[in-house]
């Protein structure tokens, strides 16, 4: 499928010895902009993961709505969904 690569690869791919999983990641910031998630979706990801450090966010809405985007995507694409944070 086309995908235009202008922010660089946004899949990883992570074998166990018996199979391959392909992980969309996404840092902090990137699942609220919906280029990086739709390019994630033309590599056909096998779960949504967001790494954030929300300390600096400490007070707002952010770390929470960051959480409900992860959500909203992965009920969307019918994807699991990990989010790692420090808050």
Sequence with gaps: ???????????????D??????????VCWEIG???????????????LVVAANGAWLDGTNGPRAQAQ??????AL???PTVLATNT
Aim: proline share 4%; net charge positive.
């Design 77 to 79: 694409f019918a994807l």
């Design 33 to 47: 902009v919906v280029w990086c998630v739709l390019q994630s979706m033309f590599e056909r990801p096998d779960v």
């Design 1 to 15: 499928s086309f995908a235009p690569r202008w922010f660089g690869a946004s899949t990883l791919e992570v074998a």
């Design 69 to 74: 985007m992860l959500t909203l995507w992965g």
């Design 17 to 26: 010895g018996t199979s391959v999983r392909r992980i969309g990641l996404f």
